[in-house]
């Protein structure tokens, strides 16, 4: 726990830098919210043998990157248009063509194109999933669920971060299901998120901004010094993260038409 003050804390954090999907700065600041299973080698035994690989929401393509030797044909998808030349930096040494990809509904790329498709957090729009994947071909998601340091908001007097509606291995699951996609591995926790100071709570809240979509440190100063004062006093600052993975498999087959709404 840093013996610093709330405005040297909240001015550090509101300074760091927060290109690319790195939460390098949260080192030692924060501890948890991994989930028992390993993401990044559930990943490297997919694509180990894959000839098409597409990396959806890449960030700045930190994990991506972690991930090599990459198949010979690899893509990379970015919303966030800040992002996409962090991506193209780091992956086109690499080989990996970045696309733009504004539409979180939509992949930029043509049917049945991708052997192996990963999702680390990002959007999840499963007839596109359906509609991009080969035959036989997998998609890897480890998804943020709706729970996801619930207690932060409940700590600053926020509106909960998602109020339209649940997002959890149950409703994800049924999405690709509807899809024509066949669920092969299933798995959900809640595992414990640990913040040591405020100036990382504030960090993170800039960095995940759909968890508090109007967060300011001026907007809600008041909670944010009480919080300082209690993390003071309690030297941490648990919370919970909602994590859930899925593995599932695009069968042969056209896809079925999508449900009338």
């Known amino acids: 726990m840093t013996t ?24 030692g600041r ?32 930190e994990l991506l990157a972690s991930l090599q030797p990459l198949p010979r ?23 990996v063509t970045v696309v733009p990809a504004p539409d979180r509904e939509k992949l930029p790329l043509p049917d049945g194109s991708i052997d192996v498709m990963l999702n680390r957090h990002g959007s999840l729009a499963a007839h596109e999933v359906r509609r991009t994947l080969r035959p036989g071909g997998i998609l890897l998601t480890q998804q943020v669920g709706s729970e996801d340091c619930a207690e932060l908001n409940e700590a600053l007097g926020a509106p ?3 109020t339209s509606g649940s997002w959890t291995l149950r409703t994800a699951g049924e999405a690709l299901s509807a899809a024509g996609l066949r669920l092969t591995r299933t798995e959900e926790e809640y595992p414990v998120l640990t913040f040591y100071d405020i100036g990382a709570v504030v960090y993170h809240l800039r960095l995940v901004a759909w968890q508090i979509p109007d967060f300011s440190p001026g907007r809600y100063e008041s909670a944010l010094r009480n919080l300082h004062q209690r993390m003071c006093d309690e030297e941490r600052l648990d919370v919970h993260a909602h994590r859930f993975l899925i593995v599932a498999e695009q069968p042969d087959g056209p896809a079925p038409a999508p449900a009338c709404p």
């Open 73 to 95: 044909h690899t893509w990379a998808t970015e919303g966030w248009s800040p992002n996409v030349a962090v991506a193209r930096d780091r992956l086109g040494p690499l080989g």
């Open 4 to 27: 610093a003050g709330y405005d040297e804390l909240v001015a550090a954090a509101m300074a760091a830098p927060t290109e690319g999907w790195d939460f390098g700065w949260l080192s």
């Open 160 to 162: 909960p971060a998602h």
């Open 30 to 61: 924060v501890e948890g919210s991994e989930p028992s299973w390993s993401y990044p080698d559930i990943a490297r035994a997919h694509i180990a043998t894959t000839e098409r690989l597409l990396d959806v929401d890449t960030g700045g393509g």
